[in-house]
């Protein structure tokens, strides 16, 4: 048997997209001649070294004959070492070790002992075989629990290139493999609670809507006034994520190489917190060759939180325009263009002047006007306007400190939460995310909640969009009262988490 095909898959964006892999030995050559075809890059040219030794050391030989391996369809570029289990196999079945099937995916990295090692998504490369109709995927061993969880399809994890042999000659030896428990190594481990921070009233009841909604928040106060402490607490009282929603999250990082080894199905929601050295393509995404997830990404269904956020590059920032807008990054190249998901809480935390201090009422800042605009005009208008909250966090008092606290846990808000999300998922729309068509019909007010905001919008100037973002804060706020009708006093809480940047910015 000279032509041998065994099935593989490369992942573009999230999602994987099935490869043949096409073996021919040709009789004439010698064992040096090993041509890989089909826009392969580097590591898989490289693969020739790696699947030679492991075939020898493994005991199966290598064939004195000239091997030419097609990657098809050859006009999309491959990458990635996990290329090399499939080669392998092809090579092997070619040789005749074991009979032709076209009913496995396969994927994995060989070392030169034919051990396969862990390999970049996948979960989506099963969800392709799913979809193809393909009844079994063979994957390394530490990526069985995550390819495990899609049902459908028959998942063998593998160590050796023995095993994979084995799968074939003596496939009753082998279960499928079950899918973990459910994962929380992304979550804060053990939760942290709001009930450890002492005062900030204003600033837990905005994270609250924040978190009730889904909107974004900015917070800004001097050092050490508890930001990052209020921050860190976000994901205890957000809600758990649904299976949907806990499969694209697990995708995305199976396809970043961030996933744990041995990790199934990602059921918390992720925190991302990333410095603020970040660069373009570690922020929204990209790199050379194939695109790859950045932080907005990552941050998929969960928080992504900045902060000192005008220490970040400005021109990074502006990238945050189209993820918050959008719930998704378009990354362009020459022969693709991907898109990977981005729906995410943004939460930015930052000082009011570059010491810190303008406007505290113990210690007096130093910075000049100049500097002060200088600093705070890092934060451009159209970026803000996107940023539902703005709320203000003050040192906290010596009273307050030394207190036994106000009595707000986050059991109690995560409750709350909870309660209003129901709400919102009566109307098919987490508030932070109705559409404009829809803000009429779902943000009803009354006769003086009508007052109350025709007087925002022409006191504060508001945008269009600020208009549309004060209106879902303050649905938001009277889902958390239990109201149906939004009233003068839920608009006049909303209008007070957008004073910060006319007091600021102006």
């Known amino acids: 048997m000279a032509l041998f095909r065994t099935r593989s898959a490369a992942v573009y964006g999230i999602d994987a997209h099935l490869i043949d892999v096409e073996v021919d030995m040709a009789q004439g050559g010698s064992s040096r001649d090993f041509i890989t075809v089909g826009m392969p890059d580097t590591a898989i040219r490289e693969s020739r070294e790696r699947i030679k030794s492991a075939l020898l050391n493994s005991g199966y030989g290598y064939p004195g004959k000239s091997v030419t391996i097609n990657l098809a369809p050859a006009n999309v570029r491959k990458e990635g070492a996990g290329f090399d289990l499939p080669m392998a196999m092809g090579i092997l ?64 994890g593998v160590k050796h290139l023995g095993e994979a042999v084995s799968l074939f000659t003596q496939p009753d030896r082998f279960l499928p493999a079950r899918p973990a428990a459910a994962n929380s190594s992304l979550g804060v481990t053990p939760p942290l609670d709001f009930a450890d921070v002492r005062g900030q009233t204003v600033a837990k009841r905005a994270l609250e809507v924040a978190a009730a909604g889904g909107h974004n928040l900015l917070m800004l106060g001097p050092p050490g006034s508890g930001k990052t402490m209020l921050a860190r607490r976000l994901p205890g009282i957000l809600p758990p994520l649904d299976f949907v929603e806990a499969l694209e ?16 199905l990602l059921w918390e929601r992720p925190f991302r917190s990333p410095h603020h050295t970040v660069s373009d393509a570690g922020l929204v995404g990209g790199g050379s060759g194939t695109p790859r997830p950045g932080e907005v990404s990552l941050a998929h269904n969960g928080v992504l939180f900045l902060d000192e956020l005008p220490e970040f590059n400005r021109n990074v920032l502006e990238l945050l325009r189209q993820p918050l807008e959008e719930g998704g990054v378009a ?16 939460m930015g935390a930052m000082n009011p002047c570059p010491c810190g201090f303008f406007g505290d009422r113990t210690k007096e800042c130093r910075c000049t006007g100049a500097q002060i605009q200088r600093y705070i005009g890092k934060i451009s208008g159209p970026l803000l306007d996107r940023i539902d909250i703005h709320v203000e966090v003050p040192a906290v008092e010596y009273k307050e400190l030394r207190g036994q606290g106000d009595g707000v846990d ?10 209003a999300r129901a709400v919102q998922s009566g109307r098919g729309y987490l508030n932070a995310r109705i559409p404009s068509g829809k803000i009429r019909k779902f943000c009803l007010l009354d006769e003086a909640a009508e007052r109350t905001l025709e007087m925002a919008v022409r006191k504060l100037s508001l945008s269009a969009r600020s208009h549309d973002r004060l209106l879902k804060v303050a649905r938001t706020i009277a889902d958390l009262a239990g109201a149906e009708q939004v009233a003068a006093k839920h608009l006049a809480e909303a209008v007070q988490y957008r004073s910060l940047d006319r007091e600021y910015w102006q």
């Open 331 to 346: 990354l362009a190249r020459t022969n693709m263009t991907l898109t990977f998901p981005a729906n995410l809480m943004l």
């Open 410 to 419: 986050s059991a109690s808000m995560r409750q709350r939460v909870l309660a």
């Open 93 to 156: 079945g070619a040789m005749g070790v074991f009979p032709r099937s076209e009913k496995h995916l396969m994927v994995g990295e060989l070392s030169l002992d034919g051990v396969i090692r862990p390999v970049r998504g996948a979960l989506s490369m099963a969800v392709c075989a799913r979809k193809m109709g393909i009844a079994n995927v063979i994957v390394p061993a530490e990526n069985a629990a995550e390819a495990a969880v899609v049902e459908g399809v028959n998942v063998f």
């Open 249 to 264: 999250t697990t995708q995305v990082h199976s396809v970043a190489g961030v996933l744990p080894a041995g990790a199934g």
